[in-house]
């Protein structure tokens, strides 16, 4: 991969460039793009998705493409959890099928670490998953403009 042009806007966050941030990335992830998605994470960024270890976007990419070739239908919420100087914290929900068709509903947290160039340079991710059936799914697709910036459900 390339290297990245600088991703606006840069740390030290403040309330909105945080949520700026944290909607950018929600955007980026419900493209289901790896590559797209590769693009917001420095070089040698270190990763801890729930027991997977990872460094540098290469590994990223393909830890993504095998993501959602298992997580079919993928729609994430994200919301801000708390933001200091360089780093994020977030929750988040999401929802997919696996290919038998039962549908998963996901929370989690993340931590998020950025360099001066706007780009993310850690991320740890904490996630548990729920079996859901299809009446029960409240995420469809990415999130409507007139939904930006609301609280996700506790449940």
Not at 123 to 137: F, L, M, Y
């Amino acid at each position: 991969m390339t290297a990245t042009a600088p991703r606006p806007p840069f740390p030290p966050f403040d309330e909105a460039t945080a949520r700026q941030k944290v909607q950018a990335a929600e955007d980026a992830w419900n493209t289901r793009d790896p590559e797209r998605v590769a693009l917001a994470y420095t070089e040698d960024s270190i990763w801890r998705n729930r027991d997977a270890f990872l460094t540098g976007r290469a590994e990223i990419v393909a830890f993504l493409r095998g993501k959602w070739d298992r997580e079919l239908d993928y729609a994430l919420r994200k919301e801000l959890w708390s933001y200091a100087g360089d780093r994020i914290a977030v929750r988040f929900q999401y929802e997919s099928r696996d290919t038998s068709g039962q549908w998963w509903r996901s929370y989690g947290n993340e931590l998020w670490e950025f360099d001066a160039s706007g780009l993310m340079r850690r991320r740890e991710a904490g996630i548990h998953d729920v079996r859901i059936e299809p009446a029960q799914r409240r995420i469809f697709g990415a999130r409507p403009e007139g939904e930006r910036g609301l609280p996700i459900p506790f449940r």
